[in-house]
């Protein structure tokens, strides 16, 4: 499994956790997701490389900006 971070501003609570998760689990590869909205931190496990900008594009999906840490 290969792990990808991302630092993700705009969320404040829970159901923008929810969001960001809704969006980022349509990503061919995602196999785990952790979102925390009291740190910013977006991690994802993956059984593949994944393509930057879609996580970033299903970020911006649920309302929020992502970049790669």
């Given at each position: 499994m290969t792990v990808f971070e991302y630092q993700v501003t705009g969320m404040t609570c829970g159901h923008c956790e929810l969001s960001v998760r809704e969006e980022v689990s349509e990503i061919p590869g995602v196999t785990s997701i952790d979102v925390s909205a009291a740190t910013g931190r977006?991690?994802?496990g993956a059984d593949r490389e994944l393509d930057d900008q879609a996580v970033i594009d299903a970020v911006e999906e649920a309302g929020?900006?992502?970049?790669r840490r």
């Amino acid at each position: 499994m290969t792990v990808f971070e991302y630092q993700v501003t705009g969320m404040t609570c829970g159901h923008c956790e929810l969001s960001v998760r809704e969006e980022v689990s349509e990503i061919p590869g995602v196999t785990s997701i952790d979102v925390s909205a009291a740190t910013g931190r977006l991690v994802l496990g993956a059984d593949r490389e994944l393509d930057d900008q879609a996580v970033i594009d299903a970020v911006e999906e649920a309302g929020y900006v992502a970049q790669r840490r």
